[in-house]
């Protein structure tokens, strides 16, 4: 067998995954030439500063600090962009693409925002981008959708696709840690920035939605119009009671099909036990894949890290080294640069069962007035939990600082204020909006209620 | 842009997954070239007769009854083999590579048997066999292993890959119905067939793991070198005893690698509730594969029936279609043809913990001789459960014929038997086997004692 061509990679932006990538590429050199029948190797790590390279021993001769320079070896085939953001890195895809490099990057941000555009550019120097490692880590979800189950209508798409969030609702759920709590615990264990907006706001999980829902459904992803909503305001005590009705929260990245269009949101959800990603506990990710003809599918791994994440970049980079990539991103019309854009159902109109928390004074009638606010509003209900006064108090206490107002109203008035939860039968979010924007006016409420959706398991076509 | 080349497929077999494909290929015809970008289209369906292909509305037109008639149609481009068995099936897809026709399968006890000599006849014509439902239904692991993760060594992988045992299993550990009325609703249900010995034996998942492993670790499986042990000698009394210390019990096909060559078994085997196996019920099938660098994967869906195994098939036609999949197939080494034996671990060396119940007269000194054997075989007791005398037969009756045996032995004697259940810490099956082989002797044992493997989850090495 003839000596395969060389392949050279350079790895833009050393960092966590960057490093990792290249301590892959170097360690495994030579099993992964073999298996692969390529001449992949490591060109060179571009960065401005290599402390972090050098801790991890990667060979010093690849250290390079302009990008100029692997885009003048012949032998550089594929750069792969992890320097994360939306500027510099986009300048570096930009760059490499019309260089007739090919890309692989797991950038999140870059595709929500740019995708289109930067695969035309590709399409036009004759070059490719993948992207496995931009959602779900180390999990092959992003080949699973454009090849795996190529063949199905999607119908529905459910994630947990951030790992800091999920640890933080593992703590909140298992060991009725607050969320301020957990997500100091989580900084402890590296486990979430010092800074922890992107992750905890749910930013970084619509990222991922509207990459995973432009290959499921092929339409381009409007990231703007996906309602955002993150864990960092919910209260233990919401926890505590959806464990009670059989629930465990998570922050889903939720995807559904219907007759009249697409539905996208990022929020925290309860989901059944029964379901398996119930069962997605602490750092790792997991993607429900619901196909017209193969049912429900998951996929499971962890989501972020070095380590995990280098596996899918290495993925990706074998699959364009060996030339099969460039078949399927030339083939398929599933890409950002060649879709229309999805049809997007409002907020108003997407369809869920609803938890409903609502904070009354605790005298006859109430239950009366919200039951009647709510079938108003054409709204069934399926559950109520309310607790005899005493007894609410054994519930994790709530945390923050609209509760703290409440206990003070509740002391001056005399009057014990108790929670209500109402879990609704399936209904659309208008109604539910429209309804609690009227049980909050009312002076029996004494705090603003809270509305959780429930995720049933979706109901498999085949 | 061009018009696409047709792309003909022939689907040779129209059975259960034969009918699904071709209703498939027919029903999103429009779709599935829109998406892949292809001429994809069904050429035409072979069989001896045609009732089931009538009932499900497949175009007359494309009956066949002779296979050279694809053969001889330059459109027809890929080969679907899916009549089953080894010999019929062995000539079909001969006949189609030696035609230089690629060739679609989901008949793993072909692949399991004769992979190596059809994956060099496809090589020698320039063609390649593709096999993604051949393990897992829909499932799209497959290329999880050929592609997802080929960055990784990987370390163990644990898979439950037979639908109708987990069904059966599923009923015993959730309804405490014994094997046999387990088996007798899954016949019911349509997911066990009237002679079920190939999946309840083991056998369909020891195919299936050959090909896993195979992949996996980039060596040849010796089918015949598995260790298998089906689920239809499984008593109720175990399952509920392992339910008691934490574990449910799932047919489970292992791989590991190990520094002195690969252990590979299929088995009933304990499975702690902390692991996501652990909650796979049902006819769903789930595969873990752990990478050195990606940690824990795992990949769940249906694990067999029509529709959704006809998604895995027509996965593989479109990465043969767009081109894809022949620069897959050309240049990794992983192939059967191209690998070297695997280094087998005699089943003596298989490390695990093991589940172990000895049945023995209820008299002072029984524990004592027990615990001699087992320390002087250097095996380390981790648990005993051992009940009052009355209270045993709480738990689900025995339901075999040794175990009335025992029951005439007890009256007769007046000396009552109670179950030891014993689990034990980390030890090779060489240790365990002698062990009780040296038990089964004592006066006090009276009935054959039972073993049972426990699958702790792998340790990650990332």
Redesign the interface.
Known sequence: MAKPEPFGIAIVGCGTVGG?TAR?LQS?AA??R?????GVYLACVVDVAFDHARSLGIDESLFRTDMAEPLADPEVKLVVELVGGTTVAKEIAAKALSAGRHVVTANKALLAHHGAELFALARRNGVTISF?ASCG????II??LY???????IDALYGIVNGTCNYILTAMVQSGRTYAEALGQAQRSGLAEADPALDVSGLDSAHKLAILASLAF?RRIDLDRIPVEGIDTLETLDVAFGRELGYVVKLLAVAGRGPDGVSLRVRPSFIGLDH?LA??SGP?NAVSVY?H??????????GA?G??T???I??DV??V????????F?????WPDLTEPVRQLPMEQIESRYYLRVTVEDKPGVFAQLATVLGNHRISISSVLQREPSEHIDAPAADDASDRATKTREDSSQVTAVPVVITTHRTNEGNVRRALAEIDELTVCTRPSVCINIIDEHEET?
């Open positions: 990792a892959l495994e099993r992964l073999e298996v692969s029948g390529t496995e880590g180390g999990i092959p080949r699973a090849e795996g189950l190529l063949a199905n209508r092929g398996p069962w997605v790792f196909g003809t193969v049912g429900h599918t998951m996929y499971y791994g962890r890290g380590p995990p280098s596996s899918a290495v993925a074998i699959a080294a060996v030339g099969a990539y460039q078949h399927t030339r083939s398929l019309t599933i085949i």
